[in-house]
């Protein structure tokens, strides 16, 4: 090799290692000024939580307040805000305006926006805007869209106000109660997403300080280059000299050794022309010079490779000084570079094959609790990471040996015993000859986002778990209506398995009269990217039925605003499709009922005054039998129609249950007129009654629909002839008893037994005879409601039901109802009596209906008390602020205009607590509880009334707590 072409290979090999060490600085120095830019965004995103905490905190005083009152002509009024006494005047004439929270913070970041040349801004927006102000823009508009269905709490942006740098900082603001005063009439309620607070926070101050950061780091990176470059450069120029004075010597060599074998072939020509006139006798002596001069070549040819290893031993001695000069200067850029990686706010540490650190900056040794690195240094890293993650740890750190970069998130405990989650990034770490030396790792301390993401995946476990126990099936598909996600509930109401339907298009499992159907549907929908509303749509599941579901979704929108897709809920609504079939009849009674409902409550109203008036006639003119007698027809005539109204209003389901003390006896002879009409003429009907009363709270009326249900049923039983017997008897359930009977409460109790000669119920179906709907009777003969309404009645009452049959041998149904004694209702009634001929109070009596309300008023004051007599509630509310003298009792109508019965009490009790309140209307629907009992602490008494009635539940309400 010539000169020329070895110092050419010499000098790309310098190259290359100033190119390997300009690429190891280069690198080093962007991850860390990236690091810096995101520390410099994230000390904004703090600054702007700091300023929406303050500004919340600013306006939940003002809320809680209520706004605070301004002068008018320091503030101008808010023209947005319509509430009572926006604008009023002090008694002394001053004019005040009410300054509600956001105008009060939009005034104040008004003028900071005047007097500050970098101010930070703030602005409420909002999708349903009073103000135009608070109208956002695109951004704005998308982020709000992302609160409101809880997929983000907060963002951020970088903008330009002004032509200067600013971070946007976003988040929800919640709706409170405070909040309602101004905004309940634009439909919002507690814990909606009412709009979002924006605040941008002004950057320069922030970059300036990145900026001298980043030019210090800049710098002390140039300095570390030169230094480098500089080692490298010295290195590789007494690397140059050596080689050329090697490559000079070789070439002297050379030129000797040709020489000499120049000389050689001389003296061997000499040599030949010698043995040509030499005789023979002179070859030994030959033989002994050509010996000779061999040997001295040899003594050359050492001197020569001797001096050659003294040159070699020098020049590998000049060469230890230089790298020990290149040590000393690659320590003390070692130095510099812990200098700034120390300055570092991450963890940044170097690592051996093993693990073992060695070398780990300031930031790293408080993230693991480390007083100084000396404490942990050659320590192995393994033994501060949890057993689960050591595994992994030790294969991040040998595959960056193996030149592989990769990253772990793995938890760790510090030395103090603190445990945090930390990630890191794991790079090889390379000398100047290419060579991997270290492993670099840069950890972040992620502690915070983990436990947020564990909070994240247990409230999604949390809703799915919701989901997954819902009845409904909750699914989502994709813009080819193919399902990508399905609750387990999909096995309930198809039959498939959830992984059976994931996959599939949503018409494999619709039935084929209804896919086009459906395909024009979802084809309307998605193009609009409209919501799925009620469409109803018959499926087949895996075992050959049809059920019906009712679809309802959303679309699922990319954040271009692309549909991607659909997520939705089926409800199984079969069963009330059937119900919809099988009882069309009864929906068709059911209207005749509410108009028969609408009916009778006026009719009541105009019973009350024939009732109140009758019965004042019957009393001021007892001595006349003629004008006797015609009220006592009227009275009668009242009675008849009240039964009827009564009748109406059962019919319509308008009435709530009139629980009194019966006599069961009484009510089975009584209806035995009823029954023997309905049933055949062939079925006999048997009584076996006990001698003794049958004492029972209950309402008469449906206990005799109970009784022509079973009637009825028994009948269907029997084909021919046949007897059904009703019994009644006495009994007492003890606590064995009623742990073996679910349902069943100890004590006495009545029993009624119904029995027929029938066909009796097959064991199979037996279970299933109460279910609604159930009827073994050929379509059109029934509706499967008889027994299931008569084990509601039953259920209502507090009692309980059994039934014994036998295929072939007939059907016994047992009903058993709490006893009671009818001497306790005799002792209250009594009592009332006599209380309500001696007590007397003022009454507040309201009543939209002038008739009712002037005989109700002259019922009671002919008992002797003071009645207040309003026709409007708010009539009502004014009178008892103006009352002087105490109320004892409020007489209210149910329904009433603007406001009904149980709301005015409510208004009421504000300025009169502890009031007493007698309802009164045609229907409890208002003030029954969901049963169809009225409620205990419920007072109420149906229209229409008799005087004697009415004046006694006035004084059983009036005066219930005296002893």
């Not at 956001?102 to 008004?110: D, I, L, N």
């Not at 976003?170 to 709009?195: N, P, W």
């Not at 006495?730 to 029995?755: I, N, T, W």
């Amino acid at each position: 090799m010539n000169n020329e072409g070895f110092m050419a290979q010499f000098r790309k090999y310098g190259l290359g290692m100033i190119v390997i060490w300009t690429g190891v600085i280069a690198a080093i120095l962007l991850f860390i000024l990236n690091v810096y830019r995101e520390n410099t965004i994230k000390e904004a995103a703090r600054t702007a939580r700091d300023y929406h905490a303050l500004n919340l905190q600013y306006r939940k005083w003002g809320a809680r307040l209520g706004g605070v009152y301004a002068p008018a002509d320091k503030v101008l009024p808010n023209p947005y805000l319509a509430v009572p006494e926006r604008d009023v005047k002090t008694e002394s004439g001053k004019s005040l305006t009410l300054v509600n929270p956001a105008y009060m913070t939009r005034m104040v970041f008004e003028a900071i926006v005047k007097e500050s040349k970098e101010p930070v801004v703030s602005r409420l927006v909002s999708l349903k805007p009073l103000n135009p102000a608070n109208v956002p823009n695109a951004w704005e508009r998308e982020t709000l869209g992302l609160f409101e269905k809880r997929l983000e709490r907060e963002r951020t942006q970088l903008i330009a106000i002004d032509k200067k740098p600013y971070l946007q900082f976003m988040a929800a603001f919640i709706t409170e109660k405070s909040c309602l005063k101004c905004h309940a009439h634009q439909g919002y309620h507690v814990g909606d997403v009412r709009g979002g607070m924006s605040i941008a926070i002004p950057m320069g101050s922030y970059l300036a300080i990145e900026a001298e950061r980043r030019n210090s780091l800049v710098a002390g990176f140039a300095l570390l280059w030169v230094m480098g470059g500089a080692g490298i450069a010295a290195s590789s120029t007494r690397r140059h000299r050596q080689e050329a004075a090697l490559l000079e010597n070789t070439g002297r060599l050379e030129n000797e050794i040709v020489e000499r074998r120049r000389i050689q072939e001389q003296l061997e020509e000499q040599t030949l022309r010698l043995e040509e006139e030499i005789s023979e006798r002179q070859a030994a002596q030959e033989q002994l010079e050509e010996q000779t001069l061999r040997l001295e070549e040899e003594i050359a040819e050492r001197q020569v490779a001797q001096e050659q290893l003294e040159e070699q031993a020098s020049a590998l001695e000049e060469e230890t000084a230089e790298r020990q000069q290149a040590v000393v200067a690659l320590q003390k850029a070692e130095r510099f570079l812990q200098a700034i990686i120390d300055s570092e706010p991450e963890c940044v540490k170097l690592l051996d094959a093993d693990g073992r650190l060695l070398l780990m900056n300031r930031a790293g040794l408080e993230m693991i609790d480390a007083d100084t690195f000396e404490k942990v240094q050659g320590q192995s890293m393994c033994q501060l990471v949890t057993e689960p993650y050591q595994a992994a740890f030790a294969e991040l750190a040998q595959k960056a040996y193996q030149g592989i970069p990769g990253s772990l998130e793995f938890e760790a405990v510090g030395l103090k015993g603190r445990r945090i989650w930390l990630h890191s990034m794991a790079v090889p770490f390379r000398d100047e000859n290419d060579n991997i030396v270290a492993c670099l790792a840069i950890t972040r301390n992620v502690t915070e986002l983990r436990l947020s993401e564990e909070a994240l995946r247990t409230s999604e476990e949390r809703f799915r778990g919701i989901a997954e126990s819902l009845a409904d099936w909750i699914w989502e598909v994709d813009a080819d209506c193919r399902y990508t996600f399905s609750s387990e509930s999909v096995e309930r109401v198809l039959g498939y398995t959830r992984d059976e339907v994931i996959g599939r298009q949503v018409y494999e499992f619709i039935d084929p009269q209804d896919v086009d159907k459906v395909r024009d549907a979802f084809m309307e929908f998605s193009g609009s990217k409209s919501n799925i509303k009620n469409l109803e749509n018959w499926n087949v599941t895996r075992d050959g039925r049809r059920v019906c579901l009712l679809t309802n979704g959303v679309p699922i929108l990319d954040f271009q605003g692309t549909l991607i897709g659909y997520r939705g809920v089926d409800s199984d609504v079969t069963e009330q499709r059937m119900l919809e079939r099988q009882a069309s009849q009864q929906q068709k009674l059911e209207s005749i009922g509410l108009l028969a409902g609408g009916i009778a409550h006026d009719f009541n109203n105009l019973l009350v005054p024939i009732f109140g008036y009758a019965e004042m006639i019957n009393m001021r003119h007892t001595a006349d039998e003629k004008t006797a007698g015609f009220s006592a027809a009227i009275l009668k005539s009242a009675g008849k129609a009240r039964d009827l109204v009564s009748r109406l209003l059962s019919f319509s389901r308008q009435q709530a249950l009139r629980v009194e003390t019966q006599d069961l006896n009484e009510i089975i002879v009584s209806f035995m007129v009823i029954l023997q009409r309905t049933i055949r003429e062939n079925i006999e009907i048997r009584l076996r009654l006990s001698p003794e009363a049958c004492m029972i709270q209950a309402d008469r009326t449906q206990i005799e629909q109970a009784l022509l249900n079973l009637a009825v049923n028994a009948q269907d039983a029997i084909s021919g002839a046949g007897v059904i017997t009703i019994e009644t008897g006495h009994l007492m359930f003890d606590q064995e008893y009623c742990l073996r009977h679910s349902g069943s409460k100890p004590g006495r109790h009545v029993m009624v037994a119904f029995s027929d000669s029938g066909s009796g119920i097959d064991e199979a179906i037996l279970p299933h005879i109460f279910d609604p709907f159930f009827t073994t009777k050929p379509t059109g003969h029934g509706t499967g409601l008889g027994l299931s309404t008569t084990f509601g009645v039953v259920k209502q009452h507090e009692g309980s039901i059994e039934v014994n049959s036998r295929s072939g041998f007939g059907t016994t149904f047992t009903l058993y109802f709490p006893e009671r004694s009818g001497d306790e209702q005799i002792r209250e009634q009594l009592q009332i009596s006599k209380d309500s001929e001696q007590l007397t109070g003022t009454i507040l009596v309201v009543e939209d209906n002038p008739m009712v309300l002037m005989m109700v008023r002259e019922i009671l004051e002919g008992a002797g008390h003071r009645v207040i007599a309003v026709d409007e509630p708010f009539q009502a509310i004014e009178a008892v602020r103006s009352c002087r003298d105490t109320i004892d009792l409020l007489v209210s109508d149910v329904v009433m205009p603007h406001m009904n019965g149980p709301e005015l009490y409510e208004r009421i009790i504000e300025h009169v607590p502890g009031l007493k309140v007698l309802f009164m209307s045609g229907y409890a629907g208002v003030v029954s509880s969901s049963n169809g009992h009225l409620e205990e602490e419920v007072n109420f008494i149906s229209k229409p009334f008799t005087m004697e009635a009415f004046i006694r539940k006035v004084s059983e309400v009036m005066y219930a707590d005296r002893t």
